[in-house]
């Protein structure tokens, strides 16, 4: 039976390290600020603007939500992320997305101080993910999966590691992230050929298939760890990941579950970083 990676556990102690540095802010006069734009009334949009809100609060972080109608205009929403990056008391921006489709959501992006993006939305923070440079901040969701290889003391610096998944939002980021932890990385993706062989040669294996159960008993070998990142809703209307937990759990060494693996740990990075964006800009 595989250890559990509990994600609760890792939230606890990242929020006790964030509310001591917004506390220690706090002190010298910074209220870190997370702002919050939502366009329309999308119901998992309005799930996830209510759980970082919350979070904040626990947390010592100010929340300022800004609730635009579905039919915005590109202007109306540039005119905002201008009014926000001028703003010295908001230190972080969070854009639900995606946007309606009449919106250039790129152009959008871009339009935000790389210093506030939180979430690495724009090219800038991007960037930084690639290069190492402090620019921005990683995406959420692979940050939250290297906590949780940290808070359980496992070890990447020598390790093969594969990330099942190519996009900006976690694969490409997470392989980076990897890397700077000094693991071998491979990305597998819908291309690659025969996965499983690829699969079972890794120490560690993070999955972003954005396919529920696509991972099976024969991807894996016992002495892995496995990071599932995804979150689908299986034929019984059950939430689930993209790793087939039952068939998987009984032979690696570590797993995260879906829910309370990595989701949990993702809005608590999220105000991590806008309290981390805050004491930047003492700087």
Do not use: W
């Amino acid at each position: 039976m595989a250890k559990q990676l509990l994600g609760k556990e890792v939230t606890a102690s990242l929020n006790e390290r964030i509310k001591a540095q917004a506390a220690r802010l706090q002190e010298k006069g910074i209220n870190p600020t997370l702002a919050i734009i939502r366009v329309g009334e999308n119901p998992s949009d309005i799930s996830y603007e209510k759980g970082a809100d919350k979070r904040c609060e626990t947390l010592g972080v100010a929340c300022e939500k800004i609730l635009l109608p579905e039919d915005v205009s590109q202007e109306e929403l540039l005119a905002v992320m201008d009014r926000l990056n001028k703003n010295e008391k908001i230190h972080g921006v969070l854009l639900l997305r995606p946007l309606p489709g009449h919106l250039d959501q790129s152009a959008i992006e871009n339009a935000l101080d790389p210093t506030k993006d939180v979430d690495c939305m724009t090219d800038g923070s991007m960037s930084g993910v690639f290069t190492g440079k402090k620019v921005g901040f990683p995406p959420c969701t692979p940050q939250a999966c290297m906590e949780i290889l940290d808070y359980y003391g496992i070890e990447c610096t020598g390790k093969k590691a594969v990330v099942i998944g190519r996009s900006l939002v976690v694969g490409k980021p997470a392989a980076m992230m990897l890397i700077k932890k000094n693991a071998t990385v491979t990305v597998c993706h819908t291309k690659t050929v025969d996965m499983p062989s690829v699969t079972r040669e890794a120490d560690i294996i993070i999955v972003a298939a954005g396919r529920a159960g696509v991972v099976g008993a024969e991807y894996v070998k016992p002495g892995q760890t496995v990071i599932d990142v995804g979150i689908n809703m299986n034929v019984e209307g059950k939430l689930c990941g993209d790793v087939d937990f039952a068939a998987v759990e009984p032979i690696v060494d570590a797993i995260t579950p879906v829910p309370g693996g990595v989701g949990s740990v993702t809005t608590s990075v999220l105000v991590g970083h806008v309290v981390e964006a805050a004491a930047r800009s003492l700087e």
